[in-house]
Nanobody, 122 residues
Framework: QVQTVESGGGLVQAGGSLRLSCVAS????????MGWFRQAPGKEREFVAG????????YYADSTKDRFTISRDNDKNTVYLQMHNLKVEDTAIYYC???????????????WGQGTQVTVSS
């Protein structure tokens, strides 16, 4: 099982950028597809971006494509989320997690990390 620690969040003005990192434990990290998710106050957790096991294939939610880029470094057991042109509605706690190969964007079972808070001000 892969466990994750997210970091890199913060307070940024609308239009700004942030880069999130997710360090995963477990020697099997490179065999998993990985995804970023977010949860805003009072809302359900939603999919943001995903990548296959080697970063060769990426996919995004409609609300984040063209602004966010997911990448990974398997040598460092790390997944990144580069976010540009941030909007107030991007404010949320961001998490990374293993995702299904069969149903892209669907998180696999397992515990979630503590996440990292992203706050975008107007």
């Amino acid at each position: 099982q892969v466990q994750t620690v997210e970091s890199g969040g913060g307070l940024v003005q609308a239009g700004g950028s942030l880069r999130l990192s997710c360090v995963a434990s477990g020697r099997s990290f490179s065999s998993y597809d990985m995804g970023w998710f977010r949860q805003a106050p009072g809302k359900e957790r939603e999919f943001v971006a995903g990548t296959n096991w080697n970063g060769g294939k990426t996919y995004y939610a409609d609300s984040t494509k063209d602004r966010f880029t997911i990448s990974r470094d398997n040598d460092k057991n790390t997944v990144y989320l580069q976010m540009h042109n941030l909007k107030v509605e991007d404010t949320a706690i961001y998490y990374c997690h293993t995702v299904s190969v069969v149903v892209p964007g669907t998180p696999l079972s397992g515990s979630w990390g503590q996440g990292t808070q992203v706050t975008v001000s107007s």
